[in-house]
């Protein structure tokens, strides 16, 4: 039972171990480099401070969320619901704040309902044995059904300013960048160095395994369910604050991009390994691309396109390395 990615390490070099366990991460990190410095020379405007703001903060609220997305594809699951969830938290949180309640209620309130109803999904998941996708593709439609019968999709607008947290710049830094780290960070410790942590890699390696070691996997894939609530609410209230007006609607597509970019940060399909560190800069990776295609006089069509293409990729990769370990 390991946080670590990497295969068996007999006869292999510190470096080569290392490779092997954050690979995918760093092919990540330098994709985010090469990117910078190419782009950069091509376009210098893509170096601009108000570029590398909006790379950064635009896409936080996907960071934070794939950040429990990849606990969830860790302990062996899935979860297609989320960019409802973040719809519906958004309309929730714009909703108590135009009707006078104190922020931290607007900003509270949702992140509990969202952990509540993870909770249930995890329930339902553990304790009947649906897979997860069916019992995700059955709360994605009572979500996004619930909130346009509710709401027709309407706009909310005059959103009080102390509301606005992903607005606010501490230090003259988006605070959605210090959620962004902060919470990557305490995510990475968490899953490392605590017993729960590590108990979702075992359950996503092996439930049979890890229930003869001592771990009740049912209370694990509730409780991970309940952690990926807690990151998804987090980044419904980033994802309402980041403008001036909230639609009440579902983003189109969030639940894809979300997922991509913890697979593509190297979070194993099958479950059992990955790091949330990895799904952070595949997210910083997107912003990147999207808007290099911008800057080249690229179609933005074309990012659907790569990401795609990106998946399959990674797949392929993770199938040869799980391959090659056996």
Request: aromatic share 10%; hydrophobic share 55%.
């Amino acid at each position: 039972m390991s946080a670590d990615v990497a295969p068996p390490a007999i006869g292999r070099s510190p470096l080569q171990r290392f490779l092997g366990g954050y690979g995918q991460e760093i092919v990540v990190f330098l994709s985010i480099i090469f990117l910078f410095v190419v782009v950069g020379a091509i376009n210098p405007r893509f170096l601009s401070d108000t570029n590398i703001n909006s790379i950064f903060a635009g896409n936080a609220y996907i960071a934070v969320a794939a950040i429990g997305m990849s606990m969830i594809i860790i302990a062996g699951h899935i979860d297609v619901s989320v960019g409802a969830l973040i719809g519906v938290i958004a309309t929730i949180a714009g909703t108590l704040a135009v009707k006078g309640y104190p922020v931290w209620i607007a900003w509270t309130v949702p992140i509990l309902f969202s952990m509540a109803v993870n909770a249930g999904v995890g329930a339902l998941v553990a304790y009947t044995r649906i897979p997860s996708i069916v019992v995700t593709l059955g709360m994605l439609s009572i979500l996004k059904g619930g909130l346009i019968s509710a709401t027709a999709g309407a706009w909310i607008s005059n959103l009080p300013p102390e509301f606005m947290i992903a607005q606010m710049r501490p230090f003259g830094i988006p605070s959605a960048v210090y959620f962004m780290a902060v919470l990557t960070i305490l995510a990475t410790l968490f899953v490392r160095y605590t017993d729960f942590g590590r108990s979702i890699y075992a359950v996503g390696g092996n439930m049979e395994a890890a229930r003869a070691a001592g771990i009740n996997p049912e209370r694990v894939v509730v409780g991970v369910f309940a952690l990926h609530g807690f990151f998804a609410g987090i980044a419904g209230i980033l994802f309402a604050t980041q403008l001036q007006v909230i639609q009440s609607t579902v983003p189109p597509n969030l639940e894809l991009t979300v997922i991509t970019a913890s697979v593509i940060g190297g979070v194993s399909i099958l479950g059992g390994s990955g790091t949330v560190i990895g799904s952070t800069l595949a997210a910083i990776l997107f912003a990147c691309i999207g808007s290099a295609l911008i800057f080249l006089n690229v179609s933005a069509y074309w990012l659907r396109a790569v990401l795609g293409l990106m998946i399959l990729a990674t797949v392929l990769a993770d199938m040869a390395r799980r391959r090659r370990a056996k």
